[in-house]
């Protein structure tokens, strides 16, 4: 069984969820060799370096060693435990089984073509970077190239020119907020603007000129990239739209951990902007009574490591509760309204979603980062602007109005708060919100944050 543990948390964290899933090795590259041995206790850890073992099977192979080939993979069996990163404090590990992982391969496989390679830039602990990232393009023969860091993305997407990418809600409102900003410093946005909406036009004439009028844009991810699937949060169906019209399509996509993870994708050539994806074969999803969205299938995960009180409010009856709020279509498409414990309840009993309102104010250019919640029955904004707009209240009280306008009085925005650095995020890179609210604390929660 392999233990997946995100090595940027604190060496006292890593050390306590390699216990939790009772690990007898751990891998570690040679980079964090000396830092694991000093935490490990030696009755509980045998550490090996990733070099050795490379070498070591290398030298297996050129003796024709095959004691391993014959291994018996059992369907139901765990194969790997993965941790939740979600933003209630309380790590639980997911258990996924032989099953889950293949069908999660088998059926994600079925629904792209990918071709040209793909630069992994997403941790290998997350779900999503692992399964579908990793193994589903191992699966059709594809070259993947590994992100040596964040800060080497753009090098190396230059020199990989991938044509596939997988990425989180951040890294694409990065990539729209720098290509802007490159537009805005030449003095060509209205321009710009302008050519965008041509282009859309004789888009829908039967008229494609994108490759050759924005391969400006497409270089900026080395020439090639064709598609974004996106997963991990909620995007804003806006950057969708201009990167189409850039000629990339951004898939958006939904899962969990629990869900080993993907359960909906938006296709090529079956999409609906706004919604988080169709859903994929071979599982049941729904919404229940309170609109919670649940799912169900084999896709769905063994349960959570030797904690079953976790395992059983979570699976009920079979179905996996997301803590998600949203709704099922006609079509299967699924579309989300916000968290089930986000949620603000009014003393006047209204129910108000902070990510419905998050939304709208993180359109403004001006805003990196947003968090909205309450504050003694005042809905309040708080805001991590761009450098430009530090301590700049009269503009993001012009906002506020902006925002408010046309909402119902209980829905508005009554406080803007302003910080000078990012809010507190975990490893899928989603605000923690118990950590940055003031005065809220940490609690058990039935649901982790689906990813």
């Not at 590990?93 to 040209?116: C, D, Q, R």
């Not at 005042?378 to 012009?398: N, Q």
């Amino acid at each position: 069984v392999a233990v997946a543990i995100d090595k940027s948390l604190p060496d006292e964290e890593i050390v306590s969820l390699a216990k939790m899933g009772d690990t007898d090795v751990v891998f570690v590259s040679d980079q964090y060799y000396e830092k694991v041995k000093k935490k490990a206790t030696r009755k509980v850890y045998n550490l090996k370096d990733f070099d050795d073992i490379l070498k070591e099977g290398r030298k297996y192979l050129k003796e024709g060693k095959n004691e391993f080939a014959g291994y018996e993979i059992i369907p139901e069996k765990t194969a790997a435990i993965l941790f939740t990163s979600g933003t209630s404090g309380v790590s639980k590990g997911v258990e996924l089984t032989n099953k889950n992982i293949a069908f999660e391969i088998v059926h994600t496989s079925m629904l792209f073509s990918p071709k040209g390679g793909t630069l992994a830039v997403l941790p290998f602990h997350h779900a999503f970077g692992l399964v579908v990232a990793i193994f589903m393009i191992m699966n059709y023969g594809q070259p993947i190239f590994i992100n040596k860091s964040l800060k080497h993305i753009k090098k190396n997407m230059e020199e990989f020119g991938p044509q596939t990418m997988f990425l989180v809600p951040m890294f694409v409102e990065y990539f729209h907020k720098q290509i802007w900003l490159e537009i805005e410093k030449k003095g060509k946005t209205k321009v710009f603007k302008r050519l965008m909406k041509s282009t859309d036009l004789l888009r829908k004439a039967k008229l494609d000129l994108r490759s050759k009028i924005y391969s400006p844009i497409r270089q900026v991810f080395g020439g090639n990239l064709e598609y974004i699937i996106c997963g991990g949060a909620a995007l804003d169906p806006m950057y969708v739209r201009e990167f189409r019209t850039w000629g990339i399509e951004i898939l958006n996509g939904y899962g969990a951990t629990e869900c080993s993870p993907c359960t909906a994708v938006n296709r090529i050539y079956h999409h609906k902007d706004g919604s988080v994806g169709h859903l994929v074969p071979g599982i049941e999803v729904k919404a229940t009574e309170e609109g919670e969205i649940a799912f169900k299938g084999e896709l769905v995960m063994k349960g959570y490591y030797k904690n079953p009180e976790a395992t059983d409010d979570a699976l009920i009856d079979g179905w996996y509760h997301t803590g998600d709020l949203g709704y099922v279509d006609e079509d299967n498409f699924i579309f989300l309204t916000g968290r089930k414990k986000n949620l603000i309840i009014l003393s006047n009993g209204e129910n108000i979603s902070p990510e419905e309102l998050e939304q709208d104010v993180a359109r403004d250019d001006a805003v990196q980062e947003v968090l909205v919640y309450d504050e003694n029955g005042r809905i309040v904004a708080e805001i991590f602007p761009d450098e430009a707009h530090l301590g700049d209240t009269e503009y993001f009280e012009k906002l506020k109005s902006k925002v408010n306008k046309g909402r119902p009085i209980y829905k508005q925005i009554t406080r803007i708060k302003l910080r000078d650095e990012e809010f507190i995020k975990n490893a899928s890179m989603k605000i923690i919100r118990y950590k940055n609210i003031p005065g809220m604390m940490p609690a058990i929660d039935k649901k982790e944050d689906a990813e």
